[in-house]
């Protein structure tokens, strides 16, 4: 049965997608029938000869030409490909013959168009919902982080102020113990002249007394071989 007001209303509708307006109007085209149609009972849809598909009708339609893409778009939208079985094993088609097939997609009824969606956007609202709960608790780790990477950095200046006061301090020390190292020098300077003055007056006052006692020495010589 087709919806009242068929035809091209539901193509013009904004609720379908251009992919499946693209879709429907080459299956419609009869032009294209060789490479894509209906098939007999008008709810799958065929597609012959893929290489010259993809060559000479995709890029009229779409802005590719890669039948890997168009087969990968067909299944975002629930499109399922059709496998026939015939007592117990695989038809073997006698050309390149590839068959989908919607529940939605039917000849004639292009109203049920609106009803295919794309499978991934219930799964994109749910990654939604779930990165808006992931988002508040990464601002939260992140409010939590900054939090402690204030008492971090306040840390660091007290230790920088500190370290710097300690620098002060060391240059101080440094400063002082030159000024010690000087004093100390020539304390030791005058220590040592001191001593060796010391050892110079010690010598020439040993001199006279040595001529002293070699004088009185003479005079008693003389004094002896004059009473003998």
Same mark, same amino acid.
């Given at each position: 049965?087709?919806?009242?007001?068929?035809?091209?209303? @539901?193509? @013009?509708?904004?609720?379908?997608?251009?992919?499946? %307006? /693209?879709?429907? %109007?080459?299956?419609?085209?009869?032009?294209t029938d060789t490479l894509i149609c209906w098939s007999p009972s008008g709810t799958s849809f065929h597609v012959?000869?893929?290489?010259?598909?993809?060559?000479? *009708?995709?890029?009229?339609?779409?802005?590719?030409?890669?039948?890997?893409?168009?087969?990968?778009?067909?299944?975002?939208?629930?499109?399922?490909? *059709?496998?026939?079985?015939?007592?117990? @094993?695989?038809?073997?088609?006698?050309r390149d013959d590839t068959e989908f097939q919607h529940p939605f997609f039917i000849k004639g009824q292009e109203?049920?168009? $609106?009803?295919?969606?794309? /499978?991934?956007?219930?799964?994109?609202? $749910?990654? &939604?919902?779930?990165?808006?709960?992931?988002?508040? /608790?990464?601002?939260?780790?992140?409010?939590?982080?900054?939090?402690?990477?204030? %008492?971090?950095?306040?840390?660091?200046?007290?230790?920088?102020?500190?370290?710097?006061?300690?620098?002060?301090?060391?240059?101080?020390?440094?400063?002082?113990?030159?000024?010690?190292?000087? &004093? *100390?020098?020539?304390?030791?300077?005058?220590? &040592?002249?001191?001593?060796? %003055?010391?050892?110079?007056? @010690? &010598? /020439?006052?040993?001199?006279?007394?040595m001529l002293n006692d070699s004088s009185s020495r003479k005079k008693n010589v003389q004094h002896l071989d004059?009473?003998?």
């Amino acid at each position: 049965m087709e919806h009242p007001g068929g035809g091209g209303a @539901g193509l @013009g509708g904004g609720n379908v997608p251009a992919f499946l %307006t /693209k879709l429907w %109007t080459l299956v419609e085209d009869p032009d294209t029938d060789t490479l894509i149609c209906w098939s007999p009972s008008g709810t799958s849809f065929h597609v012959f000869d893929q290489g010259r598909f993809s060559k000479e *009708v995709l890029p009229k339609f779409f802005k590719h030409n890669n039948m890997a893409s168009f087969i990968r778009q067909l299944n975002m939208y629930g499109f399922r490909k *059709v496998v026939h079985i015939e007592q117990g @094993g695989l038809l073997k088609p006698e050309r390149d013959d590839t068959e989908f097939q919607h529940p939605f997609f039917i000849k004639g009824q292009e109203y049920l168009l $609106e009803n295919i969606k794309r /499978k991934v956007s219930a799964v994109r609202q $749910e990654e &939604v919902k779930l990165s808006a709960d992931e988002v508040n /608790k990464i601002l939260n780790d992140v409010q939590l982080m900054k939090g402690k990477q204030e %008492t971090i950095d306040s840390r660091i200046i007290a230790m920088k102020h500190e370290n710097e006061a300690l620098w002060r301090e060391v240059a101080s020390l440094r400063q002082k113990h030159a000024q010690q190292q000087k &004093v *100390v020098n020539k304390l030791i300077q005058f220590l &040592v002249s001191l001593v060796q %003055t010391n050892r110079i007056l @010690g &010598v /020439k006052r040993k001199i006279p007394l040595m001529l002293n006692d070699s004088s009185s020495r003479k005079k008693n010589v003389q004094h002896l071989d004059k009473t003998t």
